[in-house]
């Protein structure tokens, strides 16, 4: 039978506390700190686990919780997170961190386009008390497993949040654990302790239903995006945020791709006299990411949009803030790129604040990385440039419409 799952004793506070976290140089003591003060249990899921660097910080104190008796569930995908090295297995499996890897590749790796559904989401919940969220997985800033040392960290941001949304969190975080051991158990042909751990994900599915609807009318909001009930929760949030933008919409995006209704979105409000300012991924990271969002940029840029390219370091930030200074400001910060596979495949998770202070923070933030790091794109110069760079863009623009295709989905 399933554990039943450790409560604090500690009461939630029924007003939302949101605090903005840049890089890991902020997140990392934040979140060890919290871990540190556990008493019952840790839910942590993350696309990339890397121990390299600071990354160990976070495991050791995994470690540490786990040692002392603190219930530690941690998911990582398949596909973001290499092998764990032996030393780390071994420390987790001796101090009790639970571990589960959400679809790993299989012999076929990437050729099955089932598996392109990814675990992309960056939780972590602590007592059932605090909620991190955001883009930054449990990776140094100045590291990267793909291209090694960095002269600059990454841009990037997380939130820690105190309030009634943590329960939804929480126990979407312990669904999916006990439909992951489910799974698990029922290739081993373990079935009664798989149908129990059905009856578990299926508890924690009624009661997240129960804490969506205590917290409507919050200033701060939960969204996930699946493959089942939360298709277009993100990307419809985005939609009616810039619809009604009156004065300014500024997004941070690494992996900028946005559908049709998004782009027309934009450009409607930059028509409208709304300034819109994207800060984008200005380093080449990867071939497809890089230059299928290219074709995008020419409409929007003739329609007014303001494009800055970020070039220090890697961006990986997916945050945006609308509207700071107005009546209704509006702000974002979470896992969610703006692209396909975030949008239409993975398994994302956001934050949403509706809170003046906390959007002229961000709105600080990233104006002064566009100050400061971001390279204006002109729009004539973006029109001349090289015919083997265009060429290269549409290639992969077409190829991701193909692949678009081949897993059914239209965008």
Known sequence: MPEPRPRSDRPNRSNHQVELLQGTAEFFPALIAAMDAAVSDIQLETYIFDCTGSGASVAEALVRAAARGVRVHLVVDGFGTAALPASWRQAFEQAGVRLQVYSPLGPLGLLLPRRWRRLHRKLCVVDGQVLFCGGINVLDDFHDPNHGMLA???????????????????????????????????????????????????????????????????RAIFLLRDNVHHRTHIERSYRRAIARARHEVIIANAYFIPGGRLRRALKHAARRGVRVQLLLQGRYEYFMQYHAARPVYGALLAAGVEIYEYEPSFLHAKVAVIDAHGARPWATVGS????????????????????????????????????????PLDPQAYARRPWRERLLDRMAFGLMRAALWVTGKRY
Do not use: I, T, Y
Request: charged share 30%; glycine share 6%; hydrophobic share 50%.
């Open 152 to 218: 600059a960290p990454r841009l990037d941001f997380a939130v820690r949040v105190q309030g009634s949304l943590v329960g939804q969190a929480s126990e979407a975080m312990e669904q999916l654990w006990w439909q992951l051991k489910a799974g698990q158990d029922a290739r081993r042909r373990r079935l009664g302790l798989a149908l129990a751990d059905w009856r578990a994900a299926r508890l924690a599915k009624l009661k997240g239903r129960h804490a969506e609807r205590a917290s409507r009318g919050m």
């Open 336 to 375: 969610s790129n703006l692209d396909p596979l975030s949008l239409l495949l993975a398994r994302e998770a956001n934050v949403v604040v509706k809170d003046a202070a906390f959007a002229r923070q961000l709105r600080q933030r990233l104006a002064r990385a566009m100050a400061d790091a971001g390279r």
